[in-house]
């Protein structure tokens, strides 16, 4: 059993800033790959960033590319998002989300992943 639990989430206004966290339990995190989804209110769940285990494989949707980055402290079992620039459109709840099989290249589709955190609100505004 994964636990995952998100922090940093907030209310800014556009062109802020802000940093996720994703505090992973369990002795396996540094094999597991890891992403962010998010799901704005009547939305479907969207791909964000993904990382492999290592954290040479990352992927960014398009839509956040240039301004999110993912990173991991394997030592600390936390993945993390620094979402800069951020645009009302950015505005859902965000989510981390754990692969334990051992992918090489991060998942794109939230029905590979296995393990979900509850979710924090990102709100901006304009």
């Known amino acids: 059993q994964v636990q995952l639990v998100e922090s940093g989430g907030g209310l800014v206004q556009a062109g802020a800033s802000l940093r996720l966290s994703c505090a992973a339990s369990?002795?396996?995190?540094?094999?597991?790959?890891m992403g962010w989804f998010r799901q704005a209110a009547g939305k479907e769940r969207l791909f964000v960033a993904g990382?492999?285990?290592?954290?040479?494989?990352?992927y960014y949707a398009d839509s956040v590319t240039g301004r999110f980055t993912i990173s991991r402290d394997n030592d600390k079992n936390t993945v993390y998002l620094q979402m800069n620039s951020l645009k009302p459109e950015d505005t859902a709840v965000y989510y981390c989300?754990?692969?334990?099989?051992?992918?090489?290249?991060?998942?794109?589709?939230?029905?590979?992943?296995?393990?979900w955190g509850q979710g924090t609100q990102v709100t901006v505004s304009s």
């Open positions: 369990g002795r396996d995190f540094s094999s597991y790959v």
């Open positions: 989300a754990a692969d334990i099989h051992r992918r090489v290249v991060p998942s794109q589709s939230h029905r590979d992943y296995d393990y």
């Open positions: 990382i492999s285990w290592s954290g040479d494989r990352i």
